[in-house]
Structures are given as C-alpha cells and as structure tokens.
C-alpha cells in the first residue's frame, strides 16, 4: 500500500518532502518543483560556503516544513498507530451481527475527521487572509461547524462547495469517499455507531494519500486566486 513506499513507513512522513512556498505566497510546494500556488522556480538548496570568525563554515539550506501545526504530525501517527493496533483488542462487539458491529477501528475514522477539520480551517484562513483578521475571526465564528465552512461559507468565499472544487479538479473519488464519511461519522455520534463499519476503515486508509494530495490541490488552488 502507500505508506509502504514513504520514508520509514511512517504516516507522518505524508509531508515529507512538502514545504510553504515563503515570502508572500502561503503555496504548498515540493521542495525540488515550482510552486504549484506562484510559480516560483525550484528551490536552489546547494550548500552555501560563509566565513564565520575567520572559518569557513558549510551552511545547508533550511526551509519550513508545509505541516500546518506540529499535530499534523500527531495525529497521522495517531492514525498509523489505530491502524496497526491489533483487532483481538476490540472483541467486545464480537457478538454483535455484521450489521450491527462498528468497526474494531472506528476510532481511525474519527480521528482522521478530526485532522480534517484542523486542514480546512487552515485553508479558509491562509485563503483569505487578505481580509482584516477581526472579519475573518468573526466569519469562522459564525459558521463554526464543519459543514457549513464546507458548504456556506465556502461557497461565500469561494463560490463553490468544497466537494465541488474537488470533482472539478478531479479529484472525484476522493469527493464521494469524504462525503460517506461525513455522513457515517454524523451517523455514528447520533447513536449508529454500526455506519463506521471495516469496509468505511479500508476505504479511508486505502486513500488517505490521495485527500492528502487532493487537499494540498485545492489549498493551492484557492491560495493562488485570492493572491493573484
């Protein structure tokens, strides 16, 4: 699977490699690729020769991580470390009939939506960052709730749905499968625990690189049409 070709097999490792473009652009950018966000050139990352009290010192580039917070990094580990967990430990719903049973790692569902959130609140402020933080404050206030800064308000600053960037930049499969889980995961906080069942697990694992690189897309995409 995916996680088997990045470094260490770790999930965390999903931002290996990505950096914030810099200076006034918010892009998310390859560290060896033009910025998808400005079009700026590839980074020159060729070790920099600097005399330092009389000795010549080796000075390697350094860029910042695109990671939005350091629990980026928290919770793909989270994640890795549900989907890893063995099931023997969630037998408790072994009795239950299958369609009955929630999955023995409903809880990488609810984490990842979780991690989703934290994702999109970040491309609603770096998008519109141009307006004065107290409105931008006071717009995220009001519409607070996942759906409607997916739905609402996106469609305020973006004229759009976010689902709907996603398909038109093709980025449909990954669309459908956000859409289910939102619904599974709302169905499961309402007393349906059941809707997150092993085949919703697999899905999501099975395609967390792919929302990864569809939500970098689109973060890019928006960030580029407010900037330009």
Known sequence: ????????????????????????????????????????????????????????????ATLAGAEGRYEDYIYLEMLQREWERPAAEFERFSHFSDTERPSARAALVLLFWGYF?????????????????????????????IRSRLYELYKIFFGTTYFDDLRDQGFVAVADLLKDIHERRNAFAHGKPQAINDVTVNALVENLKAEHDAWIAIYNRRVRSRDG
């Open 1 to 60: 699977m995916w996680f088997d070709e990045l470094p260490g097999k770790s999930w965390a490792s999903l931002w290996s490699g990505y950096v914030v473009c810099g200076g006034n652009c918010s892009g998310i950018r390859k560290i060896d690729a033009c910025c998808p966000a400005c079009g700026a050139d590839r980074f020159d990352t060729s070790p920099k020769i600097m005399t330092i009290n009389g000795k010549e010192v080796v000075i390697h």
């Open 117 to 145: 959130e934290t994702r999109i609140d970040r491309l609603h402020r770096a998008a519109m960052r141009a307006l004065p933080q107290r409105v931008l404050n006071d717009e995220l206030r009001r519409y607070s709730g």
